[in-house]
């Protein structure tokens, strides 16, 4: 008893062996790709918004910045987690996102739909974190001697899973978006403390965080400034020629 572990797997990656193990410690890995076409990042679907966080694991408690994944699978408990075992989910994606099954078959062509037949309807699980209760140890026999050093407790063994690496990972610098950062850290944190012993101090705020933007709000920005400034420019323009052109 007593291990740390960290599982991070990207969809559509299928280990049968891992897959089979999550589920003895009551973890459900989702075939499919979560996606959110309102709040993806930079408005890319396959990058959705994560800003659902549990507010009872110590990874996440008073915990409030939004992160961004990069092909996510989702996460569940299984129906009848084994006992001694303690599931949690501690992320979850927005309300408009939904996860398109059987991926391993490949990615659907053209425009991305939900189709309430198949898809996932959003919030969806993306990280899990799990407690493992170790057996009590059997009483000591009468027989045992007095001056016997008594047995060390067992400790608990945990685990937090996540449905993709990329957020924590240097390409396209996603561990330094929003709080991706923070949420890999302190999930490293509760895996290696013992109780208090090791915490990460809260960094100050980055002077320099990437602009994140929703679709609609990146259109109504290119509307301004490729539209209707230059257009406001060029009407002044004609205005001010009429008014002043030489008879």
């Not at 930079?42 to 959705?48: E, I, K, L, T």
């Not at 989910?89 to 990615?107: C, E, F, N, Q, R």
């Not at 009590?136 to 047995?151: G, I, V, Y």
């Not at 996540?162 to 396209?172: C, E, L, M, Q």
Request: aromatic residues 8%; hydrophobic residues 40%; contains cysteine.
């Amino acid at each position: 008893g007593g291990g740390r572990v960290l599982v991070m797997i990207d969809p559509p990656t299928s280990f049968a062996n891992l897959s089979a193990f999550l589920a003895s410690h009551g973890v459900q890995l989702g075939n499919n790709l979560v996606i959110d076409p309102e709040q993806g990042y930079n408005g890319q679907p396959a990058y959705p918004m994560i800003a659902n966080f549990s507010t009872s694991s110590p990874i996440t408690q008073g915990y409030n910045v939004e992160c961004f994944f990069n092909v996510s699978r989702s996460l569940a408990a299984t129906n009848k987690p084994p006992a001694g075992i303690k599931t949690e989910v501690i992320a979850k994606t927005m309300d408009g996102s939904w996860a398109l099954p059987d991926v391993d078959k490949g990615l659907p062509k053209g425009r991305i739909s939900f189709d309430p037949a198949k898809d996932a309807k959003g919030p969806l699980g993306v990280a899990m974190s799990v407690v493992v209760t170790p057996a009590a140890s059997p009483s000591s026999s009468p027989s045992a001697s007095p001056s016997a050093s008594p047995a060390a407790t067992p400790k608990e063994g945990r685990m937090v899973v996540y449905g993709d690496s990329g957020f924590a990972g240097d390409y396209g610098n996603m561990f330094l978006v929003a709080g991706n950062s923070d949420l890999f850290l302190r999930s490293v944190d509760w895996l290696a403390a013992e109780g208090a012993s090791f915490t990460i101090p809260p960094r100050p705020p980055m002077e320099s965080k990437p602009l994140t933007m929703t679709p609609p709000e990146k259109y109504r920005i290119m509307w301004i400034s490729m539209v209707l400034i230059p257009g406001t420019v060029a009407m002044l323009g004609i205005v001010v020629f009429m008014l002043y052109k030489p008879n």
